[in-house]
């Protein structure tokens, strides 16, 4: 086992550069106690870079990230800059150049944050969502700009192997939990991509016969999803589908900024990526309120992939317990700020 780990930070823009440097100082404070050395690469890329350079990170960005074990991102985003620019000019590139082809985002109920649906108790759920490929594609264009007959073609890509590697993501996943996969397709009204979509994905499931497969409609199970929360195990989508089902699940399970997610490279040949699903929240920044359990538990995630589960677990507990105990930020309704609920994270690790 390694005893140092190379990590790539960029803090970003807005309640990034707030909550980054929290979940650093917990980070470190882990590491120490279970005797590792995380060695930070701080980045200053992000909108104000963008305005200096007119780009979000530097043209040899990529290679300057790929001598790391792992990123860790806060959130990119200003009101200033159009969000087609700060995506596709920083988070899309790194996902794809570094085949993170697997975006994960666990949503898991809190200790005293009540889940908003009644009588549901608790929330555990996974949701893997297909990365590089599918509706996020610059394949298309517009043409007849300004005319009445203007028309604009945005082409979805699904490949065979991208959608294969995403469902035996799931399904290996869901072998060590519940052992149900549900599926998210849409193959009544997408009438090529989506029964593709469904026949691979059985496929799959078919060399898994322990994991019960279930195939929803999106819109279906969007509803599901907020009337039955609890009987889901692993959703797997493409990237819209499981973008905007996780947005969805991590609302249900109590607020956006509590929900981690973790940009996924699972053989390993590349450095994968650690954020929070919020982003840069421009409302409440610079004010020292934002939540920093986003990032606190994409930073668990971080260390469990670098292969230090007990370390992770930790962090976890930490806040969890931090929760239990009435102490939480203004979004949850409590009245700590992110430096008073990082000081109680770190003094839980103390007791
Ligand atoms: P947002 O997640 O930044 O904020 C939505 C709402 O949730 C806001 O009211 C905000 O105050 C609140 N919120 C978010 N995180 C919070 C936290 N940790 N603690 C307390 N409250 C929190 O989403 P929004 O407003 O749609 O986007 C703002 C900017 O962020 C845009 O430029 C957008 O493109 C960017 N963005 C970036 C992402 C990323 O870097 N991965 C993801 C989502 C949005
Ligand atoms: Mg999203």
Redesign the pocket.
Known sequence: MKDTYAIASIP?????LE?VPAAWRVLHAVAARHGFRLEVTRLQWGSDFYHRTGRMMPADGLDALARHDAIF???????SIP?TE??WGL?IPIRRAFDQYINLRPVRSLPGIPVRVRGVDEIDLVIVRENVEGEYSSVGGRIYQGQPHEAAIQEAVFTRRGVERAARFAATLAEGRRQKVTSATKSNGIIHTMPFWDEVVAGVMAEHPDVALEKVLIDALAAKLVLDPASFDVIVGSNLFGDILSDLAAALAG???VAPSANLNPPGDHPSMF??????????AGQG???????LWAGAMMLRHLGRPEAADEIESAFRACLAAGVS???LGGTYGTDGFTKAVLEHFSK
Do not use: K, M, W, Y
């Open positions: 970003g823009d807005g309640i990034g909550v991102l806060g959130a990119v985003g200003d009101p969000d700060t995506l988070l607020s956006i900024g954020e929070p699903v919020h982003g840069s929240a421009p409302d409440i309120v934002a939540n920093p359990i986003g990032q930020t203004r979004d």
